[in-house]
T-cell receptor, first 115, second 114 residues
Framework: NAGVTQTPKFRILKIGQSMTLQCTQD?????MYWYRQDPGMGLKLIYY???????DKGEVPNGYNVSRSTTEDFPLRLELAAPSQTSVYFCASRSGRSGGIYEQYFGPGTRLTVT | GENVEQHPSTLSVQEGDSAVIKCTYSDSASNYFPWYKQELGKRPQLIID?????GEKKDQRIAVTLNKTAKHFSLHITETQPEDSAVYFC?????????????FGRGTSLIVHP
């Protein structure tokens, strides 16, 4: 299994541009999450999904959108990029099987700079 | 919402010493407390976790303790080794609609000197 994969690894955007960060998992996990990590800070939850067709806002959703049309994919869309969105973005997934399996598996991250 | 405080922000120890990192949380509904290790430039990886119905959990050199009444939990690493050097994050998770919403601490940079 490849686990959780993210593309691109790095990206530089100009202010006002848009882009989509891709996230795919091949573990058939129901739950998927998007986080951002600013320097010296912990992870902040942007959006999450409990299954295909269902998404919900996390702590810092403004300026982002998500969709979940399949179990495997959970893309994050940035519209009108701003310097405040400069960050490292991590996607994560977890199983959600009964028995209380809570471990989240993280992707390698996307380093985004908005100038 | 949930608020997680993590201390210290930096911890420097000699190889072989023990290291303790402490976190406090504010919402009594939190019931799952994972700890993640993140090496420089890498993704976070779960190292140990604890549910609210358990007071302590141990895995080789790593242990986590939870005090629900005081709303704090701690990570203990014994016999530290240079490869333990990394940033460690705690999180407190609130169940929500079949999932759970984690709130992370700001991280502790652990430096183990050989």
């Amino acid at each position: 299994n490849a686990g959780v994969t993210q593309t691109p690894k790095f990206r530089i955007l100009k202010i006002g541009q848009s882009m989509t960060l891709q996230c795919t998992q091949d573990m058939n996990h129901n739950y998927m999450y998007w986080y951002r990590q600013d320097p010296g800070m912990g992870l902040k939850l942007i959006y999450y999904s409990v299954g295909a067709g269902i998404t919900d806002k996390g702590e810092v959703p403004n300026g982002y959108n998500v969709s979940r049309s399949t179990t495997e994919d959970f893309p994050l869309r940035l519209e009108l990029a701003a310097p405040s969105q400069t960050s490292v973005y991590f996607c994560a997934s977890r199983s959600g099987r009964s028995g209380g399996i809570y471990e989240q598996y993280f992707g390698p991250g996307t380093r985004l700079t908005v100038t | 919402g949930e608020n997680v405080e993590q201390h210290p922000s930096t911890l420097s120890v000699q190889e072989g010493d023990s290291a303790v990192i402490k976190c406090t949380y504010s919402d009594s509904a939190s019931n799952y407390f994972p700890w993640y290790k993140q090496e420089l430039g890498k993704r976070p990886q779960l190292i140990i976790d604890i549910r609210s119905n358990v007071g302590e959990k141990k895995d080789q050199r790593i242990a986590v303790t939870l005090n629900k009444t005081a709303k704090h939990f701690s990570l203990h690493i014994t016999e530290t080794q240079p490869e333990d050097s990394a940033v460690y994050f705690c999180a407190a998770s609130i169940p929500s609609g079949g999932s759970y919403i984690p709130t992370f601490g700001r991280g502790t940079s652990l430096i183990v000197h050989p």
